[in-house]
């Protein structure tokens, strides 16, 4: 007699669906959305991608994100030509005339001493339209004074040599006796410094690891990577283009991984890496005034249990600070530099290099380092993470735009988080000459080809044609997910049906 199996151990059927579809690339996560056809009044339910960055929530979503990244990567890397800059519309320069105008009579009404509410709205208006229209930043640029600090290098940082700056984003080239041209370019490996003996990714000795050190260059490493960008662009005497991607070490560390444009001497880029620092010159968090239960009070501000006296603002706080810096940041000795021609295989690799990990969260796989992650992330609690942070309480600092509510050790940012491990900066970091094309535009490029090779014209679309409403939770007309999953199914089918066909066609 044959023993009938355990029901336990059968897998679920929409477990199952949900392989299926991650296996033929659909979406397992997908957003509904209800889509009106205002010329036919037409209105159906349809399935959008999640677009989800990582593996953990959805891996088709993911994998499609870091394709996106290699081709942005291999697209900029070894330009020959230098990228196309977008020039300005009709529309862009009537908007910029017509602010002007308004601003002349909003002037004029000031001198006069007369309202000036309703022209104020006005430009409020004109400034959004204007950045609607497809353009960076604001016409008024900066509205509020900046804070100058000493241009002044340390002492003990190294100097560096400056090149006259020529007005380019390419590289040197270099021509062989037979002729052929070849554009080398770079791939470099920054790293943070040590913090104590590691093995295996955790401290030899737990009690003597540097974490609050390391915690706060977690926490500031974004701008050290920009101090290195400007550097460098000053010693290379051109503006530098770079693909970069942040990913943690073993020991929990983030280190960066960059693609240049171009290249440099290997000397020249450790000299750079070793003269490059981060001051960060915010109120002094090492001396603890508030825990516990002893916490300020807020009364229109926050103020001290014991004086009731207001703690110092932001922006007191900062006109009182002292000779030294909070915190300097610099990188570790360990600086990987290697060259790279274009379509080699060594590009190749370096490509699927810079992108493989950017599906993975910055706290995947803590096994063995458990220990060490609580300590890491327990570090990461009550140092201050930006200047709103609610942990400058701790210190005695009113956080800047403080409100009521505000605990130390309760920040919401993402840099608190395990998932994050201090680094609360972008994954990808692009240059904004590098390739001259937004992920939105390498996404209508893949399109582009899939309709090509469906034979399918790839008409654009009117863009006030269709509105799209988010669907409510309960709603009666929204299918059951498992239905959706096997819909998304049977067009992924069908389309690499297609595709498949046309490829033994073309061969």
Same mark, same amino acid.
């Given at each position: 007699m044959t023993?009938r199996p355990?029901?336990?151990?059968?897998?679920?059927?929409r477990?199952?669906?949900e392989?299926?579809?991650?296996l033929?690339?659909?979406c397992?996560r997908?957003?509904?959305?209800?889509r009106?056809?205002?010329?036919n009044?037409?209105?159906?339910i349809?399935?959008?991608?999640c677009?989800?960055s990582l593996?953990?929530?959805?891996?088709?979503?993911?994998?499609?994100?870091?394709?996106?990244?290699?081709?942005?990567?291999?697209?900029g890397?070894h330009?020959?030509?230098?990228?196309?800059t977008?020039?300005?519309t009709?529309?862009q $320069?009537?908007?910029?005339?017509?602010?002007a105008?308004?601003q002349?009579q909003?002037?004029?009404?000031a001198?006069?001493d007369?309202?000036?509410?309703?022209?104020?709205?006005?430009?409020?208006?004109?400034?959004?339209?204007?950045?609607?229209?497809?353009t960076r930043?604001?016409?008024?640029?900066?509205?509020?004074?900046?804070?100058?600090?000493?241009t002044?290098?340390r002492?003990?940082?190294?100097?560096?040599?400056?090149r006259r700056?020529?007005?380019?984003?390419?590289?040197?080239?270099?021509?062989?006796?037979d002729?052929?041209?070849?554009?080398?370019?770079l791939f470099?490996?920054?790293?943070?410094?040590s913090?104590?003996?590691?093995?295996?990714?955790a401290?030899?000795?737990?009690?003597?690891?540097?974490?609050r050190r390391?915690? $706060?260059?977690?926490l500031?490493?974004s701008k050290?990577?920009?101090r290195?960008?400007?550097?460098?662009?000053?010693?290379a005497g051109?503006?530098?283009?770079?693909?970069?991607a942040?990913?943690?070490?073993k020991?929990?560390?983030?280190h960066?991984?960059m693609?240049?444009r171009?290249?440099?001497? $290997?000397?020249?880029?450790?000299q750079?890496?070793?003269?490059?620092?981060?001051?960060?010159?915010?109120?002094q968090?090492?001396?603890? $005034?508030?825990?516990?239960?002893?916490?300020?009070?807020?009364?229109?501000?926050y103020?001290?249990?014991?004086?009731?006296?207001y703690?110092?603002?932001?922006?007191?706080?900062?006109?009182?600070?002292g000779?030294?810096?909070?915190?300097?940041?610099?990188?570790?000795?360990?600086v990987?530099v290697?060259g790279v021609l274009?379509?080699?295989?060594?590009?190749?690799?370096c490509i699927r290099?810079?992108?493989?990990?950017?599906?993975k969260?910055?706290?995947e796989?803590?096994a063995?380092?458990?220990d060490h992650v609580?300590?890491?992330v327990d570090?990461?609690?009550?140092?201050?993470?930006?200047p709103?942070?609610p942990?400058?309480?701790?210190?005695?600092?009113?956080?800047?735009?403080a409100?009521?509510?505000?605990?130390?050790?309760h920040?919401?940012?993402k840099?608190?988080?395990?998932?994050h491990?201090?680094?609360?900066?972008?994954?990808?970091?692009?240059?904004r000459?590098w390739?001259?094309?937004t992920?939105?535009v390498?996404?209508m490029?893949?399109?582009?080809?899939?309709l090509?090779?469906?034979?399918?014209?790839?008409e654009?679309s009117?863009p006030?044609?269709y509105?799209w409403?988010p669907v409510?939770?309960?709603?009666p007309?929204?299918?059951?997910?498992?239905?959706?999953?096997?819909?998304?199914?049977?067009?992924?089918?069908?389309?690499?049906?297609e595709?498949?066909?046309?490829?033994?066609?073309?061969?």
């Amino acid at each position: 007699m044959t023993p009938r199996p355990v029901r336990i151990t059968q897998p679920l059927a929409r477990e199952v669906a949900e392989e299926v579809a991650k296996l033929h690339g659909a979406c397992i996560r997908p957003i509904a959305l209800k889509r009106l056809d205002t010329r036919n009044g037409k209105q159906e339910i349809i399935d959008v991608p999640c677009g989800a960055s990582l593996e953990s929530k959805c891996p088709p979503c993911a994998k499609r994100n870091r394709h996106l990244r290699m081709a942005q990567c291999r697209e900029g890397w070894h330009l020959a030509e230098e990228p196309v800059t977008s020039e300005t519309t009709e529309e862009q $320069r009537w908007l910029v005339e017509f602010r002007a105008d308004m601003q002349a009579q909003r002037d004029a009404a000031a001198q006069a001493d007369q309202d000036t509410t309703d022209l104020d709205a006005i430009l409020d208006g004109l400034d959004a339209e204007i950045t609607a229209s497809g353009t960076r930043g604001s016409v008024l640029g900066r509205t509020t004074p900046k804070r100058s600090r000493s241009t002044k290098r340390r002492q003990d940082a190294p100097d560096l040599p400056k090149r006259r700056m020529v007005k380019t984003t390419l590289g040197r080239t270099f021509e062989a006796p037979d002729g052929n041209v070849y554009r080398p370019s770079l791939f470099v490996t920054l790293t943070l410094p040590s913090y104590g003996r590691v093995r295996n990714g955790a401290p030899v000795d737990p009690d003597a690891y540097e974490y609050r050190r390391a915690a $706060r260059d977690a926490l500031h490493f974004s701008k050290l990577v920009d101090r290195f960008v400007q550097n460098l662009r000053r010693v290379a005497g051109y503006d530098v283009q770079y693909f970069a991607a942040v990913e943690p070490q073993k020991r929990l560390a983030p280190h960066l991984h960059m693609a240049i444009r171009g290249t440099l001497p $290997r000397a020249e880029i450790k000299q750079i890496a070793a003269a490059t620092y981060h001051q960060v010159w915010w109120p002094q968090a090492d001396e603890v $005034r508030f825990d516990g239960d002893h916490l300020p009070v807020w009364e229109d501000g926050y103020l001290d249990p014991e004086s009731g006296e207001y703690l110092p603002t932001w922006d007191e706080a900062l006109d009182d600070l002292g000779a030294e810096p909070m915190h300097v940041i610099r990188f570790g000795d360990q600086v990987d530099v290697k060259g790279v021609l274009s379509g080699t295989p060594d590009a190749d690799q370096c490509i699927r290099y810079l992108s493989k990990y950017l599906t993975k969260s910055l706290g995947e796989d803590f096994a063995g380092r458990q220990d060490h992650v609580d300590r890491f992330v327990d570090a990461l609690r009550y140092e201050p993470c930006s200047p709103t942070c609610p942990n400058w309480l701790r210190y005695g600092v009113q956080p800047k735009n403080a409100r009521q509510g505000m605990l130390p050790g309760h920040c919401r940012s993402k840099a608190h988080k395990p998932d994050h491990l201090g680094y609360a900066g972008r994954r990808v970091l692009v240059s904004r000459k590098w390739s001259n094309k937004t992920l939105t535009v390498h996404k209508m490029d893949r399109r582009t080809w899939a309709l090509e090779a469906l034979g399918q014209p790839d008409e654009p679309s009117d863009p006030h044609r269709y509105i799209w409403r988010p669907v409510k939770p309960g709603d009666p007309d929204l299918p059951p997910l498992g239905l959706r999953l096997l819909r998304s199914i049977a067009r992924r089918q069908q389309q690499r049906a297609e595709l498949s066909a046309t490829e033994g066609e073309a061969a």
